[in-house]
């Protein structure tokens, strides 16, 4: 396994793309939160009205509250490392390095598993920007409330799953189709709306939450929306301590997926021509 | 001795289309292995499978005595159908990426296989700036690294100019001086003809013969004769014995006996007193062309 990290790392440590997207990533993530703490400050700085929206909201980006806001605000943009991931493995079919490092000597498992060593290494570079970017936001906004750093730590590993599962429907993508412009507007195509529309349509004309089995909102359920959303009202209440309790289930359900989009390809690649 | 590579009934089909067709041969150590064939014949797809590309539908092949594995291709060195390289990455770093997967060579080899492929100058350079000669080259390189014992070459000439086909021709050679097991895939049956001590030939997907070089073309004597009187030495050559068939080219006639029958002195001596002097008496091997064309003309 170190072997293959070591081979990928050559082939990625001079990848223009690769940089390029960690700086962009590296200036995404702090951009969104910024975004949305700047809306949170003009909401909470008259003195009354403030208050009171403070007592509602209470500050979504200090400790511990930062690792749950950041990775959800974050997590938006998970199409940016979609497109490396894509990149990743359609060059290898636009290069033809697929059938050479089979020929030098790779088993044909050892190709895929180098594969899913590039998805976690990507998705290891995101949860590492995401928590950064929590721990600045949490340090700068309040930092009395630094002391809590440790509370609700759970979202880090929750940001890395959906991250991982998601990056893997988007190598799955470009595993099978080949082509990167066509993977990632199929990719983008689900992920943006497709998925988004049906989950709704479900959910609001049948009445049916069937939604949550979908591919990417098996994933997304990972992390619910902000907790100040509870705040506004019982039903809210109940609908984001649902959301709460429905987390261990979509962390199966997402590892279940995403075993089966790596299972899919291991077999794939282990009986198709190259 | 064990054969290098044994091919058993290998089978291909792609669709309705039958690639290979229960094809086997042996390459014995140290040879140079040509397999000929028209586009389309099935050489590539042939190498494609003993090098794990592409799966057989039927038979098997074993290299070095065990069926091929990732351990018996990091032995071999092979160039398949196109140089593949990381665009991106210079001819150093691609092949760091060659000698990490097959664990051969090492930093001072990399260095050496530049040079016998005359890249070092442009070893840093990207592989996308190289010209199509040059990635030849460079794959050509990768497969020298770390000196294996058993070379593959699909159309090792590919893209060069006559000059570097020449130098690459004499790498063959040199190579297979070293004792190098080479198996190599063409369709210039020039080249092939001037490095190869053994031959397959494939015909849409069939192996139709294979064997040595020399045992492959002589199933024939081939014996060329001329005189300054052609018309008296077309009559002369009817009166005598032993050859199949005859062909006139001009001056030139070909007598065709079954091999190991033409005897030139019998012939001469025949000529001479039937007062025909010979200015010209050779005896020739069949060209790998006129073999190919006969084995592969419907």
Same mark, same amino acid.
């Given at each position: ?11 990625? &440590? ?34 009354e009205t403030g208050a009171i ?61 180098? &594969? ?8 290891? %570079? ?51 189709? &080949? ?67 429905? %987390? ?8 279940? %997926? ?17 | ?66 069926? $091929? ?58 592989? &996308? ?70 031959v397959a030939i494939l015909k849409? $997907? ?43 080219? $001009? ?9 190991g029958t033409a005897r030139m ?34």
């Amino acid at each position: 396994m170190l072997s293959l990290i070591k081979i990928e790392w050559l082939k990625i &440590k001079k990848y223009p793309a690769f940089w390029w997207m960690l700086g962009i990533v590296a200036l995404t993530y702090p951009s969104i939160n910024l975004m949305f703490l700047k809306v949170y400050e003009d909401i909470t700085k008259g003195k009354e009205t403030g208050a009171i929206a403070k007592m509602f909201l209470g500050n979504p980006y200090a400790f511990p509250e930062t690792w749950h806001t950041v990775a959800f605000f974050s997590s938006f943009f998970i199409v940016l490392p979609a497109i490396l991931v894509i990149m990743l493995v359609t060059n290898e079919y636009n290069y033809r390095t697929h059938r050479q490092n089979i020929i030098d000597g790779w088993d044909r498992k050892e190709f895929i598993t180098s &594969k899913l060593c590039d998805v976690l290494i990507v998705t290891a %570079i995101i949860t590492l920007s995401y928590s950064i970017v929590a721990i600045g936001y949490g340090s700068y906004t309040d930092s009395k409330n630094f002391y809590r750093w440790s509370e609700q730590l759970q979202y880090i590993p929750l940001f890395f799953l959906q991250t991982f599962a998601q990056l893997s429907i988007a190598f799955l993508l470009g595993y099978l189709i &080949k082509k990167a412009f066509i993977a990632l507007g199929i990719f983008l195509f689900h992920y943006l709306i497709l998925e988004n529309i049906a989950v709704s349509w479900f959910k609001y004309q049948v009445k049916n939450d069937i939604g949550k089995f979908f591919p990417f909102e098996v994933s997304d359920r990972l992390i619910p929306v902000p907790a100040f959303i509870g705040n506004f009202g019982q039903d809210m209440k109940a609908g984001y301590q649902k959301a709460l309790d429905a %987390i261990p289930m979509h962390v199966g359900l997402t590892l279940a %997926i995403t075993a089966i989009i790596w299972i899919i390809c291991y077999r794939v690649h282990s009986k198709r021509d190259l | 001795m064990q054969p290098v590579l044994s091919i058993q009934g290998i089978s291909k089909k792609y669709g309705s289309i039958q690639a290979l067709n229960n094809v086997s041969f042996d390459v014995p150590q140290g040879c140079v292995f040509g397999i000929l064939g028209p586009n389309g014949s099935g050489k590539t797809t042939m190498l494609s499978i003993i090098l794990d590309i592409l799966q057989a539908n039927s038979g098997n092949y074993a290299w070095f005595g065990k069926p $091929g594995s990732p351990e018996t291709r990091k032995q071999i060195g092979s160039l398949l159908e196109t140089p593949n390289f990381y665009h991106y990455l210079s001819a150093v770093d691609n092949l760091n990426i060659t000698k990490a997967i097959s664990g051969r060579g090492d930093a001072a080899d990399i260095d050496r296989v530049l040079e016998i492929v005359k890249l070092s100058a442009r070893k840093k350079s990207k592989f &996308k700036t190289y010209s199509l000669g040059m990635k030849q080259r460079l794959a050509i390189g990768a497969a020298l690294l770390g000196n294996p014992e058993v070379l593959v070459f699909d159309e090792p000439t590919n893209g060069l100019d006559p000059v570097g086909i020449a130098e690459i021709r004499e790498l063959i050679k040199q190579l297979a001086r070293e004792g190098k097991t080479i198996i190599m895939a063409s369709h210039l049956l020039d080249e092939v003809e001037k490095v190869c001590t053994h031959v397959a030939i494939l015909k849409k $997907g069939t192996l139709l013969t294979a064997g040595k070089v020399d045992e492959v073309l002589a199933n024939e004597d081939i014996v060329e004769v001329s005189a300054t009187d052609t018309a008296k030495l077309k009559l002369v050559l009817e009166g005598f014995k032993g050859y199949s068939h005859v062909k006139q080219d $001009g001056k030139l006639f070909e007598l065709y006996f079954p091999l190991g029958t033409a005897r030139m002195e019998d012939l001469n001596r025949y000529c001479f007193e039937q007062g025909i002097i010979l200015n010209q008496l050779l005896l020739k091997k069949k060209s790998l062309e006129t073999k190919f064309f006969e084995l592969t003309n419907d």
